[in-house]
Structure formats: structure tokens, C-alpha cells
């Protein structure tokens, strides 16, 4: 699966998080893929966009990174600098056709060997836009990851010179050497250990399940204002629920009633960037995230409202219970190969991040539009919801896999928006 290459350098070992994200797009066909498109005011040439590159390229270390396999553990190795092809260049082919591109971004799955990163511009004339497309492994960055490699890339074009972007940075500690600090919650029993979650022992019988490899994703967005977002937060704050956490039951009532299913297991991304004694991540390029497993009953009764909450609270107490784990190499590849074999990911995954303003700083007025899409071929009734927060909007972006119920896709759009236009006050 993974070389050495004659001139690469160790550099240090994966850690669990991160080996586990590498076997999963290894063995799952590249589940583990995050998509970043980054819609950027003014077009530019393609020889200044690889001279931003190769400066960008230089700067970040861990873009050099490959994974390597030695005696049964992964390591990141460094190879030889090579500032060959960076950037992929096109044009859109058509004029608002970046969803086209996007989905392209997501069905080329990069390869287990090799860069653990990909980067694409195409240049929409007629819009007076460049698009940028960050498609990386989870192993290499996490939602916040990708947001500094491209504000860092955009200090580099042109336009960008103002930004004054400091030197070359380090790549990130390995956390299992680091003490993890769990979250405080009053609602959630103190635990010491992770609890034990059985692996389901039927494999998935959908007809439009195929091979992990044979599959494709699909994407659709829907888009708030913001004046839907702003009415939405305040609504969530003041019942109680995170508005990831309300549009996460939406979607999985939504889906769970679609498909008949009498339950939907519902994964949501975690950052871990603030969750250690020493404190040294938050800006730190590299995989600080895991998913924490909740699972919604199909609604025999009750509001939304209350099902959020509940989700809410299941959550909370997930997430308060879980503790790292430092596993062997091989004992991780075969949980990640049974998950694969017996289907037993989760239906749906929601993932979202900071307002990318932040993340963006001073370049953020140049951006007209930002989004990420997870790669997600496994679910066929499901998929993933990313919520990106921009100019005080949001975009949810929902990835499935293809061939997919298109019915249970559309949907769970459709509960997303009733959800939308019942948060009132």
C-alpha cells in the first residue's frame, strides 16, 4: 500500500486520529477527503497563481508529506522538495458551473500514496473570479487546517501583499504525546474510558450500495441569508441547541421517515484544537477532529425541538465520556476494514466550522464565496452536512453517495428548510 521512497525522511509516526483517517481513505475509497472551494475576486494568470504556489509550498512543510508503512505503523515521511506540478489549471466549463467542479474535486479520489493534497484553479471570465479547489486528506487538516492553507496561499496573489504572511511553519506535535483535557458538562457522567460500541453483524442490503471504489458523491447546497442565519442562531440559542445540532436532527428525521428506517446513526465532527494541557494547536496545521456517534430514533412523537435537544444531550454526554486512544497500527486498519465490511458507518455525518472570516483575516472581502463538501461514497439513504459560516450567512453543503435514493436526498433538503422557516423569534 505505502513505500518509502529512496530519498524520503521520517519525520514521526501517525497518531491514532491520524492513522485511523488514513486507513479509512485507504480502505473506503477516500471516504476520508475534504473539498474546500474558495471563489476568489480578480483572475489570475496561471504563472502568478504557481509562483504563489511554490512560495505557499515552501512555507508549509506538512505539504511535503507523504505516508509510508514500516514494520505494520504509518509514518510521515518528507520527501525531496518538488515544486512540479502544484496547481492544476482550467476554466469552468460553462458559466456557474462551479458545482460541476466541485463535484469533479470530489469524485477523484487522490491516491493513498503520493501528495495528501490537490489544488485546482479555474478561471471564470465572465463572473471576474478565480476558484480555488483545496482537496486534501483528513490526515494532513481538518476544517480549520484548510481555512489557513488558503488564507496563506491567497497572501501570495496577487493582492495579497499586505498580509505580510510570517515564515516557514512547523509541522504539528503528534497528540497521543500530549494530555487531553475532556470538556466540562454538567449534564454528562464523568467517564474514564471510551464506551464500547458494538459493530453491527448485518451487512447493508441496499440495492445502491456498491463497492467502496465503484462509488461516486454527489453534492447539493442550499444557502441561507443572512438575516435566515441570524434568525436561526438566536432561535437556537435561546432554546438551547447549537444550530448544527438542530439541523442534524432535522436532516436525520428527514431521512429516517424517507427511507422507513426506525433509526439514523448520526455522526457529528468534533475539534479537539483547545482539549489539551499544553495548548499548542489552535493554530496548527494539521488533523485535530474526531466524530462522536449519537443515534436518533424515528419520531413517534414530539416537535423537532424536542428531538434536537435530545440529540443535544446524547452528544454532549458522547463527546464528555470519549477519551483518546493510542492503538496499535494494525489493531486500527482492522476496525476501519470490519466498519467497511459489515457497513457499519454511520447514515449521516455533520461536520462544520468557525465563521471563515476569521480564518480568511484581511483577505475575507476578496472571497465572494466559500464552501467545503465532504467526500461520503458509503451512505446511499444518507451522507454529509457541512456547515460553512460566511459574510453571516451559511452554506450547507450535502454530499451522498451515487448512485443514491434521490428521493431521501431531496427530502431531507426539503425537512433542512421547513427547519429553516420554523426557527421563529
Not at 157 to 182: I, K, M, Q, S, V
Not at 198 to 216: K, L, Y
Request: glycine share 8%.
Amino acid at each position: 500500500m505505502w513505500s518509502p521512497d529512496d530519498a524520503a525522511v521520517p519525520v514521526r509516526k501517525l497518531s491514532d486520529i491520524e492513522a485511523e483517517a488514513a486507513y479509512t481513505h485507504e480502505l473506503m475509497g477516500g471516504r476520508a477527503q475534504v473539498t474546500t472551494h474558495c471563489a476568489v475576486r480578480g483572475l489570475f494568470p496561471p504563472e502568478r497563481v504557481e509562483e504563489a504556489a511554490v512560495r505557499w509550498y515552501r512555507r508549509f512543510p506538512q505539504l511535503s508529506l507523504r505516508i509510508v508503512e514500516s514494520a505494520g505503523d504509518l509514518w510521515f515521511f518528507r520527501g525531496q522538495e518538488s515544486h512540479r506540478d502544484l496547481v492544476r489549471h482550467s476554466a469552468l466549463p460553462t458559466p456557474g458551473s462551479e458545482e460541476q467542479v466541485l463535484r469533479e474535486e470530489l469524485n477523484e479520489v487522490l491516491p493513498s500514496t503520493g501528495r495528501l493534497w490537490r489544488l485546482r484553479a479555474a478561471r471564470d471570465p465572465g463572473g471576474g473570479l478565480t476558484h480555488l479547489y483545496l482537496t486534501h486528506q483528513r490526515v494532513v487538516g481538518d476544517e480549520y487546517a484548510a481555512g489557513r492553507l488558503l488564507r496563506a496561499l491567497l497572501d501570495f496573489l496577487p493582492g495579497g501583499e499586505e498580509a505580510r504572511p510570517p515564515g516557514r511553519e512547523e509541522f504539528a506535535p503528534d497528540a497521543d504525546g500530549l494530555t487531553y483535557r475532556p470538556p466540562h458538562s454538567a449534564r454528562a457522567p464523568s467517564r474514564t474510558h471510551e464506551p464500547l460500541r458494538p459493530i453491527p453483524r448485518s451487512p447493508v442490503s441496499s440495492p445502491s450500495r456498491r463497492a467502496w471504489r465503484e462509488r461516486g458523491s454527489g453534492v447539493v447546497s442550499l444557502r441561507l441569508s443572512q438575516w435566515e442565519n441570524r434568525n436561526l442562531r438566536r432561535w437556537c440559542a435561546k432554546t438551547g441547541v447549537t444550530v448544527a445540532q438542530f439541523l442534524g436532527t432535522a436532516l436525520a428525521r428527514s431521512c429516517a421517515l424517507s427511507a422507513g428506517r426506525e433509526e439514523i446513526a448520526l455522526d457529528t465532527a468534533v475539534s479537539l484544537r483547545q482539549r489539551y494541557v499544553e495548548n499548542v494547536l489552535v493554530c496548527e496545521i494539521g488533523c485535530f477532529q474526531r466524530e462522536v456517534r449519537t443515534r436518533l430514533r424515528r419520531p413517534a412523537g414530539g416537535t423537532l425541538l424536542d428531538h434536537a435537544r435530545e440529540h443535544a444531550l446524547a452528544l454532549e454526554r458522547a463527546d464528555a465520556a470519549w477519551r483518546p486512544q493510542q492503538r496499535r497500527h494494525p489493531h486500527i486498519r482492522r476496525a476501519v476494514a470490519e466498519a467497511a465490511t459489515w457497513g457499519s458507518t454511520a447514515q449521516l455525518c455533520v461536520t462544520h466550522s468557525a465563521p471563515v472570516d476569521t480564518v480568511l483575516g484581511p483577505h475575507a472581502e476578496r472571497v465572494s464565496r466559500v464552501r467545503r463538501a465532504v467526500r461520503r461514497p458509503d451512505a446511499p439513504t444518507g451522507g454529509t452536512l457541512h456547515l460553512t459560516s460566511f459574510r453571516g450567512g451559511i452554506e450547507a453543503a450535502f454530499t451522498f453517495g451515487t448512485p443514491a435514493e434521490l428521493g431521501a436526498v431531496h427530502a431531507g433538503l426539503r425537512g433542512l428548510r421547513a427547519a429553516v422557516g420554523s426557527a421563529r423569534g
